[in-house]
């Protein structure tokens, strides 16, 4: 009788292990509005409007005056509790306030030619960008130019 609950209680131990190691290896990618997460007011709250950030270009009308170098910004965040699109904004803000740091530094004005780079896999859009979210972590990399613009 012993042996036969040992067996059940290890099963059930092995079952609830490998349903925990699911949820934790969850890597969902989700492609999210950029334009959406631009006019949020966090976004509006955060970002400097004297720093222009372009994804998959440059802004129309707009050459590059200057080059500052090409960066990669990759963010990680806290999702537990959050929707996946929620946790997804914060990590990309976290990401453009990375960038917004460097344009600082480098003494540039825009980061142009954006495009998601999760893990090492550039994908270019103007409209939309690539997170991946797990059961507790959500990310977005990106990479860019840091540059001086001219009109």
């Known amino acids: 009788m ?12 092995t079952l609830g292990l490998l349903a925990a190691g699911n949820v934790q290896a ?9 334009e959406e997460a631009m006019n949020s007011a966090d976004f509006q709250e955060r970002l ?5 950030f372009s994804f998959g270009g440059l802004p129309e009308g707009k050459r590059i005056g200057e080059r500052h170098g090409n960066y990669i910004s990759n ?9 996946d699109e929620a946790a997804c904004r914060w990590a990309l803000l976290s990401a453009l306030l990375s960038f917004q740091d460097r344009v600082r530094t480098e003494g ?9 780079y999760y893990k090492a896999n550039p ?27 001219t009109a």
């Open 48 to 52: 400097d409007a004297t720093i222009t």
């Open 123 to 149: 994908m270019i859009s103007t409209t939309e960008y690539e997170c991946h979210a797990g059961g507790v972590i959500a990310g977005v990399a990106l990479r860019g130019d840091v540059v001086t613009l």
């Open 2 to 13: 012993k042996k036969g609950l040992l067996t059940t209680t290890a099963v059930v131990l």
């Open 75 to 83: 963010k990680k965040t806290n999702a537990f509790g959050k929707s």
């Open 26 to 34: 969850r890597d969902t990618k989700l492609m999210l509005s950029i």
């Open 108 to 116: 540039g004005d825009a980061v142009v030619n954006l495009e998601s």
